[in-house]
């Protein structure tokens, strides 16, 4: 059994992979081609933003935004340590400095009220009031004080953070929102598309998205002509009106065309594979409710999740390892999707956070695991991890 099977979608599509990837090497643009503008276009539409800017992954995206909003040393970013490294990561790497909240207690993205408390501990230097950076980041910054920016919210699992209250929040504080969507392009809030929330969205094609690519890839979206602007010259070195006119600092964070090609595919399926998806998170919830050892992942009324992962909390950390370890015995693949919070890695350990700081994503890391989830996860597999389950939870 796979844990995300990637050649039973191949088999769907090989003839058109291969037209495409052929209609590539025939015309020999493999960087920005045309391919590049036919998927930014179709991918815009399908969102229903105006701009879409490719880029070389989901990292990439994630920095170009903050670059366009010249985030720097002295700048506070405010995210979840309940996410992939790469969210934070862009932030220091640009000189800023990551300010984590917890999560809300059942979608596990950013909890808007401790959002806002957070922001008002930092803005009055009390990290009394909510678990703040330590002051020895004035050596780096240059600053002894931290001013709050933006905010970037992750929609985590593929389900959409709760937007509405967030901007409200960000509007309160006058800060921009980015919307990380690595993980839910293909999901709904309210109505809407994920990737078009925020001031700036972004997303990833890795290839265990549910829009992948076979290699790296990543898109910005936003609704400001400006924005996107800024982004498509810091995508391209700085580019102003031609390649050897530099206007700003930028990256090489180029999509290929081949991935283009492949993505232009994919796409053409993929909102029959997002009700595919649908409907064995539907199952997975209904064979695994009368256990009540699991907690299943809860969808709040007026959200959709594109279940980039299923994933379900065991009593504790040893009840996790032994429903793994089961698992593996039998065929049954899963895994942690996060075991170790950012504020706990070593990488951001200048920022001093301690365990205890945001109790509720460490409770989760403890507890939480994913199951196999895919478009063409059959019933008979289904049957197999529940099984399991069933046996293991007794």
């Avoid at 920005?32 to 490719?54: D, F, R, T, W």
């Avoid at 090609?261 to 539907?282: D, G, H, N």
């Avoid at 919830?285 to 594109?306: D, F």
């Avoid at 009840?319 to 899963?334: E, F, I």
């Amino acid at each position: 059994m796979d844990f995300i099977d990637l050649g039973a979608q191949q088999k769907r599509i090989i003839d058109k992979l291969k037209k495409n990837i052929d209609e590539v090497l025939r015309h020999g643009n493999y960087i920005m081609g045309p391919e590049i503008k036919k998927l930014e276009n179709q991918l815009a539409s399908y969102v229903g933003i105006k701009h879409a800017i490719a880029c070389a992954s989901g990292t990439d995206a994630l920095l170009m935004a903050l670059m366009a909003y010249k985030v720097g040393p002295g700048d506070a970013i405010f995210t979840t340590p309940f996410t992939f490294i790469a969210t934070a990561e862009v932030i220091s790497l640009l000189g800023a400095t990551p300010v984590f909240v917890d999560v809300d207690p059942e979608t596990y993205n950013i909890d808007p009220k401790k959002l806002n408390t957070a922001i008002e501990a930092l803005k009055t230097n009390n990290p009394s009031l909510y678990p703040l950076p330590n002051n020895n980041l004035k050596l780096k910054t240059g600053s002894a004080k931290l001013s709050p920016k933006g905010i970037i919210a992750v929609d985590l699992f593929g389900l959409p953070a709760d937007y509405d209250r967030i901007a409200e929040v960000a509007g309160e504080h006058n800060m921009f929102v980015i919307e990380d969507a690595a993980q839910s392009f293909g999901g709904e809030y309210k109505g809407r598309k994920s990737c078009s929330f925020g001031h700036i969205a972004c997303t990833s094609f890795f290839p265990a998205k549910p829009l992948g690519c076979y290699g790296d890839g990543g898109m910005c979206f936003t609704a400001d002509s400006k924005l996107a602007e800024v982004m498509s010259s810091i995508r391209l070195h700085g580019k102003g009106g031609h390649k050897y006119d530099n206007v700003r600092i930028g990256i090489n964070g180029r999509l290929d065309t081949l991935q283009a090609a492949i993505l232009l595919a994919k796409f053409e399926i993929f909102p029959e594979e997002v009700e595919m998806r649908e409907q064995v998170a539907q199952r997975y919830t209904k064979l695994i409710s009368p256990n009540n050892s699991l907690i299943t992942p809860k969808i709040p009324a007026g959200y959709k999740s594109v279940w980039a992962q299923y994933s379900v909390l065991a009593r504790d950390s040893r009840h996790r390892d032994a429903l793994q370890k089961a698992g593996d015995d039998a065929g049954v693949p899963t895994a942690i999707y996060y075991p170790k919070p950012l504020h706990l890695q070593d990488a951001f350990a200048d920022l001093g956070y301690k365990k205890g700081d945001f109790p509720r994503c460490e409770d989760f890391a403890s507890r939480i695991f994913s199951l196999p989830m895919h478009p063409y996860l059959s019933e008979a597999e289904q049957d197999k991890v529940i099984k399991i389950l069933q046996i293991t939870c007794r």
